[in-house]
């Protein structure tokens, strides 16, 4: 009887589907560029349908994944060989965003199949359904974050993305640790939202309308330039904005929150969310923010707060993850850099920089989570990378990682830190290359110690031992990062080309 219902619900949601998915197509021209958002929240109802009668495997969740992203990122595909450009009171669709979105897609699914492929029904790395649904119900708040081009539409997605980290975070229950950081994500997550919604509230009292297009037209008004206001809220919607993104003085939480959560959560925090809010942020800046000289400077300070504080505190720190907390600060603060310079060519150069470090990082999560699934046991040291040299193949992996995150030529990290170089010293900004660079050698000093416990380390470590089935991904991963590696060294113009053609 259950089987039965279950078929029944299936088969009714399945023709209801299709019905949506040919009159999105064919029918509808303007829904039709939004058509793969709808597509996304449509299998994530579907999904929780079919958990609410069956209990979902691992392998059920994975492969419903596969599907969802296949189909969304194919709309995509479709809707990038007609001309997008939709900019109206709610949403907003280009052709940059779609380049964004599907990156974002292929991100969390190399944290869906980590899940899966990891898979230890004595651990955490189990991809159970309601982990499963959580990640979806954040990656579609992430998409709504992307289409949004209204402050409440804005809002919701923010929230509803926020909502289901909270819950991941504090998501190992009898661990005191990750309830801990569960509790204090949700706390200032909480303040951020409240300051971000404040600022909203403030213009609209100005504007009397919370649409991007219309705040973009009312600044540029000769009378409006130093209303308390609009200063008001733009620096409340500011500060919510350096929360998320991680940036200092706003970057406190991260450590905590990072060293607390269980470690694929950390993973998905590092990698997943980061991307889409900075689009956000690129396309704030440009709107509103490009417009007072004074936000430029806010943004340098901040930025160069952002790389001397996590530098200083990575060089301290013996936990893992806190250090990669501490880079992904130091990072965020190379991106924002740019993106202050020149809102249009900085801006690529912050997308160029932030790929090569989603891709770094990934590598080095890899690598982190590999050595916690296996017999050895790991402390979260950085004394823990020293089993890692009884493996001569993932040893040379992680270091090609940690030297592309240093900037060490002739890795892919090198040539995004030498692009904010130069448009430092094209803008006239000498003394803070200067001090940027200085900083850069630095930082050199806290991966190099990583590299040393690995090949120079004198005591005697337990091998790592794999199992059979991720042996099989440890050489896939390693050949395509090291595919992309060199497509960055070998294909680097092309590829920041396209980009710079994307972002003017």
């Known amino acids: 009887m259950k089987e039965l219902i279950i078929f029944i619900i299936s088969t009714i949601y399945g023709l209801i589907y299709l019905n949506l998915y040919v009159s999105l197509i064919y029918y509808n021209n303007f829904i039709f560029f939004f058509s793969p958002e709808l597509i996304f929240l449509y299998g994530i109802i579907g999904i929780f349908i079919y958990g609410l009668f069956s209990k979902m495997s691992s392998h059920e969740c994975f492969l419903s994944y596969c599907i969802i992203m296949y189909m969304v990122i194919k709309q995509y595909i479709i809707i990038l060989k007609s001309e997008v450009d939709i900019n109206t009171d709610f949403w907003f669709v280009n052709e940059k965003s779609i380049y964004i979105k599907i990156i974002m897609l292929i991100s969390s699914f190399i944290v869906i199949l980590i899940m899966y492929l990891l898979e230890d029904k004595n651990s955490e790395l189990v991809l159970s359904f309601e982990t499963y649904l959580l990640i979806l119900l954040c990656m579609s708040g992430l998409l709504i974050i992307m289409v949004s081009n209204n402050f409440f539409v804005l809002y919701l997605g923010i929230e509803l993305q926020s909502l289901a980290i909270y819950i991941l975070c504090c998501f190992k229950r009898f661990s005191n640790k990750s309830v801990e950081a569960g509790l204090k994500y949700f706390i200032y997550g909480s303040f951020a939202s409240l300051l971000l919604l404040l600022g909203i509230s403030y213009i609209y009292l100005l504007s009397g309308s919370l649409s991007f297009n219309d705040l973009n037209l009312l600044i540029n008004l000769d009378n409006i330039d130093n209303h308390i206001l609009l200063h008001l809220s733009l620096i409340c919607i500011l500060i919510g904005l350096f929360f998320k993104l991680a940036i200092a003085p706003f970057h406190w939480w991260l450590a905590e929150i990072f060293e607390g959560s269980p470690d694929l959560i950390t993973f998905f925090l590092a990698i997943v969310p980061k991307l889409p809010l900075f689009f956000l942020f690129y396309k704030l800046y440009s709107l509103f923010y490009a417009h007072f000289i004074l936000y430029m400077y806010i943004l340098l300070f901040c930025s160069l707060m952002s790389i001397i504080i996590g530098t200083i505190l990575a060089l301290y720190t013996v936990k893992l993850k806190k250090l990669f907390a501490y880079s992904s600060i130091v990072h965020m603060g190379y991106v924002l850099l740019a993106l202050c310079l020149d809102s249009n060519l900085g801006g690529a150069i912050s997308f160029y920089y932030f790929l090569i470090y989603i891709l770094s990082t990934i590598n080095i999560f890899i690598i982190y989570l590999v050595m916690k699934n296996t017999q050895v046991v790991v402390s979260g040291n950085i004394t823990d990378l020293a089993h890692l040299k009884n493996n001569k193949l993932l040893a040379l992996m992680t270091i090609v990682s940690l030297l592309s995150l240093a900037g060490v030529p002739p890795f892919m990290g090198f040539y995004g830190k030498l692009l904010v170089f130069n448009i430092l010293i094209s803008s006239g900004n000498y003394i803070i290359c200067l001090l940027v660079l200085l900083l850069s050698i630095l930082s050199c000093v806290y991966y190099i110690r990583l590299a040393r416990f690995i090949f120079f380390d004198d005591r ?45």
């Open 460 to 504: 005697n470590y337990e091998p790592i031992t794999f199992q059979k089935k991720i042996s099989i991904y440890i050489y896939i991963s390693i050949a395509i990062f090291f595919f992309l590696n060199f497509s960055f060294l070998f294909f680097q113009e092309p590829i920041l080309l396209f980009i710079i053609y994307l972002f003017i």
